[in-house]
């Protein structure tokens, strides 16, 4: 029974008719299969890509009308104005090259054109920059004190403008965060051009300062310079040639911490000295100061 079966199951799988009656119901299946998918499933997504395809929404705000007080007198209304924007990018630094100029001549010259084309419609130009041209290829600013300060700052993208009165090191270790190295090269470069950073005056001024505010010694202020990357020839030309200057300091200082008390024992007196050694000053400024100050005989 079961040969007779398998002998007529062998028959129908080779007749070549019915094999392909078979593919065709499989791909007829499959076929309905993602027609199903294809409007059922995902029908409203691809309904919705394409209304997005074919339809668009563009929205434009109405236009403002005139604005009356009770009177009748206009307070407000509208007038078209036009935009001119300047994009500091690289295609002045090609054309520059091109032409074989400089990117600022290329960008003078841009704004040469435009200030040209405004004065030939009737159009007002408002120049807002605090600089003047005296003649002789030479310019001044017109503003002073914290107003040319905040134009500084604002003009070289630095964060303060107290970053104006840094040394180079930390006014490159400070541009170099947020900036590569080739923009922070062009700012220190067009800074001290322009004498906004100078270490010999940054130098002298901090010297200044630490002598008359803070009362430090030489030492530390030779220490401190260093840190900000002044160079020691320059260090060394700021101090003060003569330790007068210093002997004076070191005096009121210790005058200040001994109230009138100048007979002391040992350990005070060591007390007071590793006090000003701390602050920078020599060791023999300080014994110098000691034999004037303090009792002879106790030390």
């Known amino acids: 029974m079961l040969r007779k079966i398998y002998e007529k199951a062998e028959k129908l799988l080779a007749n070549r008719l019915l094999a392909l009656i078979i593919l065709i119901v499989v791909l007829y299946c499959v076929l309905i299969g993602r027609v199903f998918v294809l409007q059922i499933v995902e029908g409203q997504s691809h309904k919705n890509d394409f209304t997005y395809k074919v339809q668009k929404t563009v929205k434009t705000s109405g236009t403002r009308g005139n604005i009356y007080d009770v009177n009748g007198k206009l307070l407000a209304y509208n007038k078209l104005v036009y935009t001119v924007n300047f994009q500091n990018d690289n295609a002045f630094q090609t054309l520059a090259a091109k032409n074989g100029t400089s990117e600022s001549y290329e960008k003078n010259k841009v704004i040469y054109k435009v200030i040209k084309i405004l004065e030939r419609n009737g159009d007002s130009f408002i120049n807002e920059i605090p600089i003047e041209y005296t003649g002789s290829g030479k310019f001044r600013f017109?503003?002073?004190?914290?107003?040319?300060?905040?134009?500084?700052?604002?003009?070289?993208?630095?964060?303060?403008?107290?970053?104006?009165?840094?040394?180079?090191?930390?006014?490159?270790?400070?541009?170099?965060?947020?900036?590569?190295?080739?923009?922070?090269?062009?700012v220190i470069s067009m800074l001290e051009k322009y004498g906004y950073v100078n270490d010999e005056e940054?130098?002298?001024?901090?010297?200044?300062?630490?002598?008359?505010?803070?009362?430090?010694?030489?030492?530390?202020?030779?220490?401190?310079?260093?840190?900000?990357?002044?160079?020691?020839?320059?260090?060394?030309?700021?101090?003060?040639?003569?330790?007068?200057?210093?002997?004076?300091?070191?005096?009121?200082l210790l005058t200040k911490r001994l109230k009138g008390n100048t007979n002391i024992d040992f350990k005070e007196k060591k007390k007071h000295f590793d006090y000003l050694a701390r602050r920078g000053f020599l060791p023999s400024d300080i014994l110098e100061v000691f034999d004037k100050v303090l009792v002879k005989e106790d030390w």
């Not at 107290?162 to 590569?180: A, G, N, Q």
């Not at 990357?229 to 070191?250: C, F, V």
């Open 142 to 186: 017109t503003e002073t004190g914290s107003k040319l300060k905040k134009f500084k700052r604002d003009v070289f993208g630095i964060g303060n403008s107290t970053d104006l009165s840094k040394s180079e090191k930390e006014l490159r270790d400070k541009l170099i965060k947020d900036y590569d190295e080739d923009i922070t090269n062009k």
């Open 202 to 252: 940054y130098a002298r001024a901090y010297v200044r300062d630490c002598l008359n505010l803070k009362g430090w010694g030489q030492k530390r202020i030779s220490l401190e310079l260093t840190k900000r990357g002044i160079d020691k020839n320059i260090i060394e030309n700021s101090l003060p040639k003569e330790n007068t200057e210093q002997l004076e300091l070191i005096e009121k």
